[in-house]
C-alpha cells in the first residue's frame, strides 16, 4: 500500500513563530487532507488539497503531486496551535479510503 | 445538529460486554467509514461503506461488526474486546463516487477495555 510519512515528528515553537510541516507520499493520489487533532481527539479538517496552493488565515497548504510532497505553513504560531497535524492521502481507483501519516506533534509556548 | 456526531463519547466496558458505538451524518453523504486510533500507531481504517453497503472491510476481527441502516447512521457493535482493543474510534463520512471527495470526521468514541 500506499507509505505516508510526516516530518518533524515532534515540533515546539515559540509563539510568533513560523514552521513548516512536510508530508512525503510513495505514490499518485487523488486525494490529500490535512487535519489538525485537537487535545480531545476531533480531527478538524485545515485543508482539502490533492494538488495546488491554498490560503487560510495563517496556515497555508502547498501540494507538489508530481514530487510526492505537501507542506503545511503555519505562520505567526499561537499556543492554540499545539496539537498533532496529520496529513492523509487517496489513491485513485482505491474508493475514497485515507492512509494516515504518523502525525507531526506541535507545541507552541507562550 | 450538524456535521458528524458520535455517542458515546467515552467508553469504559469488559472484555465480556456487549456494546453499540453510534455514528450520524448530517452533511447529505453516501459513504461513512470507522477508524481506529491506538496510541502511538497511525490512524487505521476499518470499515467503508457506501450507499448502505459495505465495501471494505480492513482485516478487522469478527468482534467488531459494522452496521449502516441508511446512509446517515453508522453503527460499531462490539463483544468480547481485548484490551488490545482499547483506543479512539472514529467515524467519516463523505461524498464517494468517480472523483475524489473531502472526508469529515465526528469527535470520536474513547473506549477502554478493562
Known amino acids: 500500500g500506499i507509505q505516508v510519512e510526516q516530518s518533524p515528528p515532534d515540533l515546539i515553537l515559540q509563539e510568533g513563530a513560523n514552521s513548516t510541516l512536510r508530508c512525503n507520499f510513495s505514490d499518485s493520489v487523488n486525494n490529500l487532507q490535512w487535519f489538525h487533532q485537537n487535545p480531545w481527539g476531533q480531527l478538524i479538517n485545515l485543508f482539502y488539497?490533492?494538488?495546488g496552493t491554498k490560503q487560510n488565515g495563517r496556515l497555508s497548504a502547498t501540494t507538489v503531486a508530481t514530487e510526492r510532497y505537501s507542506l503545511l505553513y503555519i505562520s505567526s504560531s499561537q499556543t492554540t496551535d499545539s496539537g498533532v497535524y496529520f496529513c492523509?492521502?487517496?489513491?485513485?481507483?482505491?474508493?475514497?479510503?485515507?492512509?494516515f501519516g504518523g502525525g507531526t506533534r506541535v507545541l507552541v509556548k507562550p | 445538529e450538524t456535521g458528524v456526531t458520535q455517542t458515546p463519547r467515552h467508553l469504559v466496558m469488559g472484555m465480556t460486554n456487549k456494546k453499540s458505538l453510534k455514528c450520524e451524518q448530517h452533511l447529505g453523504h453516501n459513504a461513512m467509514y470507522w477508524y481506529k486510533q491506538s496510541a502511538k500507531k497511525p490512524l487505521e481504517l476499518m470499515f467503508v461503506?457506501?450507499?448502505?453497503?459495505?465495501?471494505e472491510n480492513n482485516s478487522v476481527p469478527s468482534r467488531f461488526s459494522p452496521e449502516c441502516p441508511n446512509s446517515s447512521h453508522l453503527f460499531l457493535h462490539l463483544h468480547t474486546l481485548q484490551p488490545e482493543d482499547s483506543a479512539l474510534y472514529l467515524c467519516a463520512s463523505s461524498q464517494i463516487g468517480g472523483a475524489a471527495y473531502e472526508q469529515y470526521f465526528g469527535p470520536g468514541t474513547r473506549l477502554t477495555v478493562t
Open positions: 492523509a492521502v487517496g489513491r485513485p481507483a482505491a474508493g475514497n479510503k485515507l492512509t
Open positions: 461503506y457506501s450507499l448502505e453497503e459495505r465495501v
Open positions: 488539497i490533492p494538488s
